[in-house]
């Protein structure tokens, strides 16, 4: 079992920044995915970011150019940087841990209000 524990979520103004983190309980050897996912208001969860075990990512095309996803794998956490936030990226943001088959971990969530 594995505990996901974020912070870093609030409200920041239209061009502000902020970051996520999320720190897993325990190390995870071997290949794993860190991600982060968002759920606006009345919307279906997405995609933000990726970040392998060996360091390759992916974005979302609404994020790409502001957002970085990044992982210290010493301390077992995943990060979001949030630059240029806008008001559409209000949500709440979830991270995500998965590796091998059946092993995928969600964090609490972390609200994030972006205001124009």
């Known amino acids: 079992q594995v505990l996901l524990v974020e912070s870093g979520g609030g409200l920041a103004q239209a061009g502000g920044s902020l970051r996520l983190s999320c720190a897993a309980s325990r190390i995870i050897f071997g290949i794993n995915t860190w991600a982060w996912y968002r759920q606006a208001p009345g919307k279906q969860r997405e995609l933000v970011a990726t970040?392998?075990?060996?360091?390759?990512?992916n974005y979302a095309d609404s994020v790409k150019g502001r957002f970085a996803i990044s992982r210290d794998n010493a301390k077992n956490t995943v990060y979001l940087q949030m630059d240029s936030l806008k008001p559409e990226d209000t949500a709440v943001y979830y991270c995500?841990?998965?590796?091998?088959?059946?092993?995928?971990?969600w964090g609490q969530g972390t609200r994030v209000t972006v205001s124009s």
């Open positions: 970040i392998t075990s060996g360091g390759s990512t």
């Open positions: 995500n841990l998965a590796w091998g088959r059946n092993n995928d971990y």
